[in-house]
């Protein structure tokens, strides 16, 4: 197995006892203008707070970079709902994510016309390049982390440009026809 | 009159016209023509996320004219002509409306039922020879009345989660399921314990306990009940028993003054599980899980399985006859004032009625039974503990039962009490008497199931038969008469507590002919105003409201409610 996580170095067990003993022992704080913007989200749901669950956890994902169990109960308690609730909207969407990105999430989309204009072969070329190993992905946990810490990535379905293939997302910066990776990379310090 | 008829629409099921109340789940239209329509995820208790599709019939109703054209003629009977849509609807969380017609046959609603089956099939597991569910199974059911009887799926299973414990009493095969959300509907809704869901999607979707809790509330394993497949099973039940073996005896639970309605299985005189059985007006269709299990102790080595007399320091096993007779001398010698009787409120009416016959015969001075009030958990747990209080007080005529128990320990002290009848009781573990305070009495008979701590001071002691051995009635928390079956044969000598103090009023002289428990009813129906004019057939596997107590059960109050709201049928 290999690192998952970077920001802990050790295996991928160690690292997991590491992320369990900091959400166990370090508290879960959402900034204050975060919350500020998050209760301004609420408000477009009158009608019932659970609603906002979405919107809420794009919120946090945003800030986070991903969502942790403690994202989970924060959101629950937010919107008066019981975790698992959270929980199953967590896991329904692909958008979310369980576990840490690295600091520049990469999305390559696979889905047909990308795949064809050679999405495998980006996704492979940009997994050399950052020494990604995806051999430990699997569904419950589709990303995959540089030893670094600088890059994950995962696979994306249609992205909406099936015209210049392969296309893929890093962060919220879309790229389109890529052949470069290096180039494409060198753009994230 | 004809208000009720006007509330009543006409429905044509399968060719035949009926009548509904307006309002009607067409599932429940058709179950009541007798038209079987199959379902996984429709519970009428829960709400109805109509999910599972595999209640999918045709539907029609009276077309609709054209602008201008003129509307169709009712036939003589009155029924418009149907025009049946092109596609299919669920049954379960659409109501009947006027003139509609339902198809449950036919291409269309058949190509339906094969499709859900064939798609929930193409995941699960072809375990049901090892599978506890076998035999009881929706999915097994239903694929013999409505699969395609062959597998077009040549693609590996999808793996998922198995042997899960998500509570201290349930097991959870993920790929077993069928995401019914029968189970995460009823934490929610009834049991407000919601810490089941559904996580992931799509063929990958496995319905989880959320990560550091369990389902463990008291009511958890009515879950197991209504999974229509074997994905939540009982660890009480796992692998014990092939359903089809078991034999089902409908009763009543005891461990409480509910009365919960159960089916108990049995095979071979051993009792393998207790399930609730519908009765609306007392535990809908469940029952707590602490009263469900409350049945290994029957197979207790504690039992006592034949009569025994204390001859100088020991116990030693006796005939019937022997312990009898030894009663009635001892209990001769003492006058009627000085004997007390300590009856069991977890006697049946037909025991507390033939108990106070004894009473009445030997002229005792006192006589009481044992309360056990406790706290009402807000579902079904009746407060008393005892499931016959509502019997004592009408029979054995008892305002306060409880109240006089303190005047018998004083007696006893004093000596002015010198033989003691404890029926079905522990007076030393449920009643606070000390053994030293018995030791001063003459004369002690009890009659328990199992050996306890005053038999071992008692100078007879009878095997008792339990609950589950012995017929008779009780009355519950709200009122309900209802009736006791017997499920399985006492063991060894053991007799019911009604044949013991039968004997024991024969012994001492009385008269007895009575030979069934049903003899003693009618008695009942003769001498206690509240049963006049009743039969034991009567009575029936439900039971019928015998008096007004006023009292009500919390999880039957709420389902009115949400029945009334239409947010469940009932």
């Known amino acids: 197995m290999t690192d998952k996580k970077p920001k802990n170095s050790a295996s991928s067990h160690a690292s997991f006892l590491l992320t369990t003993f900091y959400s166990k022992k370090m508290s879960f704080e959402v900034p204050s203008d975060l919350e500020k913007e998050i209760d301004e989200r609420i408000t477009h749901y009158p009608v019932s707070k659970r609603s906002a669950v979405l919107p809420v956890l794009h919120a946090l994902q945003h800030h986070f970079g991903f969502l942790s169990e403690d994202a989970v109960e924060w959101t629950a308690a937010k919107l008066e709902l019981e975790p698992i609730k959270v929980l199953e909207v967590v896991t329904f969407y692909p958008g979310f994510r369980q576990e840490a990105p690295g600091k520049y999430h990469i999305r390559v989309c696979r889905t047909l016309s990308c795949a064809m204009a050679g999405s495998y072969e980006l996704m492979e070329s940009i997994c050399e390049k950052t020494g990604i190993d995806r051999s430990g992905v699997t569904h419950h946990n589709p990303i995959a982390v540089s030893p670094d810490g600088k890059f994950s990535i995962e696979f994306a379905e249609c992205l909406a440009s099936c015209g210049s293939g392969p296309v893929c997302l890093v962060e919220d910066d879309f790229h389109e026809a890529v052949s470069d990776v290096d180039s494409l990379l060198s753009q994230y310090p | 009159m004809s208000e009720e008829k006007t509330d009543l629409l006409d429905v044509q099921i399968d060719g035949v016209w009926h009548k509904f109340p307006k309002g009607t789940r067409m599932i429940e239209a058709c179950k009541q023509a007798g038209v079987e329509v199959p379902h996984y995820c429709y519970h009428p208790k829960l709400t109805s996320p109509g999910n599972c599709r595999m209640c999918l019939v045709e539907m029609g109703m009276p077309p609709r004219p054209a602008p201008g054209a003129e509307p169709a003629e009712p036939d003589e009977d009155g029924h418009l002509p149907i025009s049946w849509m092109p596609r299919p609807v669920i049954a379960c969380a659409n109501t009947i409306g006027p003139n509609m017609g339902i198809k449950t046959t036919g291409p269309l609603t058949e190509g339906c039922r094969e499709g859900v089956m064939e798609l929930l099939l193409a995941n699960h597991p072809l375990d049901c020879p090892i599978c506890d569910q076998a035999g009881e199974c929706s999915l097994q059911e239903f694929s013999v009345e409505h699969g395609k009887g062959e597998s077009r799926f040549r693609e590996q299973k999808v793996k998922k989660p198995k042997n899960v414990e998500v509570g201290p009493r349930i097991r959870l095969d993920d790929e077993r399921c069928i995401m019914c959300s029968r189970c995460v509907r009823f934490t929610d809704e009834i049991a407000d314990d919601p810490v089941l869901g559904f996580t992931d999607r799509g063929s990958h979707t496995v319905l989880t306990v959320y990560p550091g809790r369990e389902l463990a509330n008291n009511y958890s394993m009515n879950t197991v009940d209504i999974c229509p497949v074997g994905a939540l099973t009982s660890n009480d039940f796992r692998f014990q028993m092939r359903v089809w073996f078991m034999k089902e005896t409908n009763t009543i639970d005891v461990n409480c003054a509910t009365g919960a309605n159960t089916t108990v299985f049995t095979r071979q005189g051993k009792i393998y599980r207790i399930t609730p059985r519908q009765n609306n007006d007392v535990n809908s269709d469940w029952m707590p899980d602490s009263h469900r299990l409350n049945f290994h102790w029957i197979e207790s080595e504690a039992r006592l399985t034949e009569p025994l007399v204390l001859d100088g320091d020991h116990h030693r096993p006796a005939t019937w006859s022997e312990a ?189 002919g009575i030979y069934a428990a049903t003899d003693l009813f009618k008695q009942l129906a003769e001498q206690v105003s509240e049963f006049s004019g009743i039969s034991w057939e009567q009575i029936g596997d439900l039971g019928l409201p015998l008096i007004e107590t006023g009292e009500t059960i919390p999880l039957i109050e709420r389902e009115k409610e949400r029945i009334a709201s239409g947010l469940v049928v009932g």
């Open chain 2, 324 to 512: 009898l007779t030894k009663s009635a001398d001892k209990l001769s010698a003492l006058k009627g004032s000085e004997i007390a009787v300590i009856a069991s409120a977890r006697m049946t009416n037909e025991e507390l009625l033939i108990t106070n016959r004894l009473v009445k015969h030997l002229d005792a001075g006192h006589v009481d039974t044992v309360p056990r009030i406790e706290e009402n958990d807000g579902y079904l747990i009746a407060a008393d503990r005892n499931p016959n209080t509502n019997g004592v007080k009408l029979i054995l005529g008892l305002d306060d039962p409880g109240s006089q128990l303190d005047a018998i320990r004083e007696g006893i002290e004093q000596g002015r009490i010198k033989g003691l009848i404890v029926l079905q009781e522990n007076l030393v573990g449920d009643a606070g008497f000390s053994g030293e305070l018995l030791g001063k009495l003459d004369f002690l008979l009890t009659t328990y199931p199992l050996a306890n701590p005053t038999a071992d001071l008692a100078d007879v002691v009878l095997p008792g038969a339990c609950w589950a051995e012995k017929s008779g009635t009780m009355i519950n928390v709200t009122g309900r008469l209802q009736r006791l079956n017997k499920v399985v044969d006492g063991p060894g000598a053991t007799l019911e507590p009604w044949e013991i103090v039968r004997d024991l009023i024969q012994a001492t002289g009385g008269g007895n």
